[in-house]
């Protein structure tokens, strides 16, 4: 089993910046891919950003790319996702999620094993 825990989520402006956190616990040795999705209301949950959690190859969604970062400190088994020049329609619940088989270039949250509880993220305009 794997936990993963989010903080860092708030309120901000548009064109501002927050980081969001995730601490893994449990077998996080057996993790492969470490994820990024996002929910708002009355839509499905999309993809945002993964990492390989040993090599540290990156992937984003198109809406994200140039503006977020996603990063690991695997000394700290803790994934990081860097939002900047936020935008109204980044608003949603971020969820962190981790996979113990797929790469990082999978975009499907049904292929993710392990998820967090979400921190919400409010971007006003």
């Known amino acids: 089993q794997v936990q993963l825990v989010e903080s860092g989520g708030g309120l901000v402006q548009a064109g501002g910046s927050l980081r969001l956190a995730c601490a893994a616990s449990?077998?996080?040795?057996?993790?492969?891919?470490m994820g990024w999705f996002r929910q708002a209301p009355g839509k499905e949950r999309e993809f945002v950003a993964a990492?390989?959690?040993?090599?540290?190859?990156?992937n984003y969604a198109d809406s994200v790319k140039g503006r977020f970062t996603i990063s690991r400190d695997n000394a700290k088994s803790t994934v990081y996702l860097q939002m900047n020049s936020l935008k109204a329609e980044d608003t949603a619940v971020y969820y962190c999620?981790?996979?113990?088989?797929?790469?990082?270039?999978?975009?499907?949250?049904?292929?993710?094993?392990?998820w967090g509880q979400g921190t919400q993220v409010t971007v006003s305009s």
């Open positions: 990492i390989s959690w040993r090599g540290g190859s990156t």
């Open positions: 449990g077998r996080t040795f057996g993790i492969r891919t």
């Open positions: 999620a981790a996979s113990m088989s797929v790469n990082y270039y999978s975009r499907s949250a049904g292929t993710y094993d392990y």
